[in-house]
């Protein structure tokens, strides 16, 4: 039996790749716990880009990430409540805050690696497997995206309509 998902096509594509991703998140958050680490799939990004750079200001993962600035703030203080980052004021810009792993946050990162090499070859393999590689198909999307926003293809469409 074919479920609604499956049955609206297009229509839907923005709900299938929500239902995959909080698919993927719910399992991945079980793997975390699994191997002792109440760590969540959310915080990876700005986790890993901060094991990676250090320093970063908010304005400076934002870009770095793609993701807005409130996104970046809310995700920063739930990693400040684990304990795993730290949060300073810059010393040329009092108005800047810089974000870092705390040293909590350098010790787990060994046990998280061990982790991510164990995600990275389940995702490889779960891409591997498809007739279409998702991932190659995620970044035309994204670049399709980048010549004209959604929404403005939306606008052009229905204007279009209308002649």
């Known amino acids: 039996m074919q479920d609604v998902f499956s049955k609206l096509g297009p229509l839907i594509i923005a709900s299938r790749l929500k239902r995959m991703s909080d698919y993927i998140m719910r399992a991945g958050a079980e793997f975390y716990h699994s191997n002792g680490i109440e760590f969540e799939p959310k915080w990876f990004p700005l986790y890993y880009l901060l094991s990676q750079e250090k320093e970063l200001g908010i304005m400076e993962i934002a870009q770095k990430l793609n993701i807005s600035h409130p996104a970046v703030i809310q995700l920063a203080k739930e990693l400040e409540k684990k304990g795993w980052?730290?949060?300073?004021?810059?010393?040329?810009?009092?108005?800047?805050?810089?974000?870092?792993?705390?040293?909590k946050g350098l010790n787990l990162?060994?046990?998280?690696?061990?982790?991510?090499?164990?995600?990275?070859?389940?995702?490889?393999?779960?891409?591997?497997?498809?007739?279409?590689?998702?991932?190659t198909a995620l970044e035309e999307m994204e670049t399709f995206f980048d010549s004209k926003s959604y929404t403005e293809r939306m606008k052009l469409f229905q204007e279009s309509k209308k002649k």
């Open 109 to 135: 990162l060994p046990q998280l690696q061990l982790i991510w090499d164990d995600i990275r070859e389940v995702n490889r393999q779960v891409v591997d497997a498809q007739a279409t590689n998702i991932l």
């Open 85 to 103: 980052i730290i949060s300073t004021k810059s010393k040329e810009d009092a108005r800047k805050r810089l974000l870092k792993l705390s040293k």
